[in-house]
Structure formats: structure tokens, C-alpha cells
């Protein structure tokens, strides 16, 4: 089976550029694994490398293509793609590698505008469901915290908390409860709304309260993107 046909298949390509044209052939695999390849790798990328789109989008971005012409950008998609993401996945390196990389091509492509505050549309569920289970992999399989898929942690909180970009107010778009639940955070200081938000068991069911060492790394993360913008924050991690 072709792994971009039953990616487009089962249909997340609504989130996603247009994979079925590339056609790469991989190993005789089951249906569920190619879907499971393609939804990690393309969705996990889409809403999780860059600090989620709207930590693109606090770097000064408005569509995937802007991201994806960046260099200190692109980098950091590309190391948490290929250095994070895949290393959680158990089909032959190689093949993912091809996918991943017609994936990254295809985020560039000229003739669509992916928007990324349409992107961060229920961005708390999205990463639960696309993002949390590459970061906490991860740290099962490495023993260790990926850094950049823990800043991306970091840069959704900073979208859901700051809620303007250069003195400009934006819309963050989702469920009343999560809207409800960084209003009665906004006050916070980082490391109150970290402890808040990992430890918060109705938008993780307590998978992150788990991993020793996020809360602090999640507060840090913060810091640095108040120091020095989200932009330079993300071009350090993405060294």
C-alpha cells in the first residue's frame, strides 16, 4: 500500500496539503500502520513543530508557507520531525524519512495559503490528540523530555495566554471550557500557569502530570519566550 494513498484515505488530509500525487511505496504493512505513520508525521508537524501554529504566529507568521520560508523556522520543524517524531514511530526509518520529507515540501507549497489562526482552531485538543502522544513516547523510549516538542507545549500556552501580537488582539478560537479555563489563568505567572496547564487532568486525562521534569521545563520555556520573543526562543531550541 502506498503510505500517502492511505494517508489521504482517512481523510486528515483536510488538515493537510495533498500527499496522493507523490507516491512513494513503502513495506508490505497493515492499512492501520500506513494511517498511523501518515497521521503522526503529517499532523504531529501541521500543529505541533513550530510551537503549534499559533506559536507561528506570535514568531511574527500568518500562513504555513511564511514558516516554512523561514530558515530558523523550517529548522525546527525539520529537527522535530526527524529527531523527535520519527524516532517514536516503528516502521523503517527510511521510508518514514521519505514521507516526512514530501511532507515538508508540500507545507511549502506555493499555491495554498494554510492560515494559521484557522490552523489554531481547538488547538487544545489537536495537540492532545496529534502532539501528546509523540512527546510522552518520547520520553518512554529516550528517558528523556524532547525539547522541542515541549516547547511547542510552551508556545500553544503562550497563544492561549498572551492573546495579542505586537499590541494587536486575536481571536483564540475553542471549546467555552478551555477558553474559560486560561481566563481564570490569565493573571498567572509562568510558572503557576505551567503547573496549571500540565497538571490540568480534563485537558490531558493526567498524562503529563506523570512526566517528571515538564512543569519545570514548560516554565522555562515561558521565561525565555519573555525574554527574548517566541521567535528567538525558537531559534535557540532548534539548535
Known sequence: ????????????????????????????????????????????????????AGGGYLAG??????????????????????????PTLDLPRDE?????????DRFDNPYIDHQLLDIALNSASKWKARV?????????????????????????????????????????RDDQWVLDFFAAHKADDNRTLAAAVVNDERLWDGALAKIEGLEAAVTAALDR??????????KECAE
Not at 518514514?96 to 515538508?104: L, P, R, T
Request: a negative charge; glycine letters at 8%.
Open 61 to 86: 507568521k500568518n500562513i504555513v508557507r511564511d514558516c516554512m520560508q523561514d530558515p530558523a523556522i523550517r529548522t525546527f520543524l525539520e529537527k522535530t520531525m526527524f529527531e523527535e517524531i520519527i
Open 132 to 172: 501528546m502522544p509523540s512527546l510522552t513516547e518520547f520520553v518512554k523510549r529516550q528517558g528523556k523530555l524532547p525539547k522541542r516538542l515541549t516547547f511547542s507545549l510552551a508556545a500553544f500556552i503562550a497563544f492561549y495566554h498572551k492573546g495579542e501580537r505586537d499590541g494587536v488582539e486575536y481571536a483564540v
Open 225 to 234: 519566550i519573555d525574554e527574548v520573543g517566541i521567535y528567538e526562543a525558537m
Open 1 to 52: 500500500m502506498d503510505l500517502f494513498q492511505a494517508a489521504r484515505e482517512n481523510h486528515f488530509g483536510s488538515q493537510l496539503p495533498h500527499f496522493a500525487e507523490i507516491g512513494r511505496n513503502c513495506r508490505e504493512a497493515s492499512q492501520d500502520e500506513f494511517v498511523h505513520v501518515g497521521f503522526v508525521v503529517g499532523n504531529d508537524a501541521y500543529v505541533g513543530a513550530c510551537g503549534k
Open 96 to 104: 518514514v524519512e521519505g514521507f516526512a520529507a514530501s511532507v515538508i
